[in-house]
């Protein structure tokens, strides 16, 4: 009964910029902690940022002064701000999150469909 949903990939020229948003729905209690994950091609999925339900932040050393991650608890939504994009940030990129749903007893892990990031000339 909760899916994630994320936006606002695409393609754009290195150093440019995108905001990807992704929106939780459905029966949702609480959320803990939301995270911005990516898989390059031929490579295994990464954490890129994540921010805890307090608001601290953290962040892969190669995102580290180029991407911030933000959410909005009123619209279970969490950012992730992606800036002087570089060739190496191409990949599909996926929103991930602890959420309580009113239907279940406990927390779970949900992850969105992603979105395609490609930064290339």
């Known amino acids: 009964q909760v899916q994630l949903v994320e936006s606002g990939g695409g393609l754009v020229q290195p150093g440019g910029s995108l905001r990807l948003s992704c929106a939780a729905s459905g029966s949702i209690f609480s959320i803990n902690a939301m995270a911005w994950y990516r898989q390059a091609p031929g490579k295994q999925r990464e954490l890129v940022a994540i921010?805890?339900?307090?608001?601290?932040?953290n962040y892969a050393d190669s995102v580290k002064g180029r991407f911030t991650i933000s959410r909005d608890n009123a619209k279970n939504t969490v950012y992730l701000q992606m800036n002087s994009l570089k060739p190496e940030d191409t990949a599909v990129y996926y929103c991930?999150?602890?959420?309580?749903?009113?239907?279940?007893?406990?927390?779970?892990?949900?992850w969105g469909q992603g979105t395609e990031v490609t930064v290339s000339s």
């Open positions: 991930n999150a602890q959420i309580k749903a009113t239907t279940r007893p406990t927390s779970n892990n949900y």
């Open positions: 921010v805890s339900s307090g608001g601290t932040t």
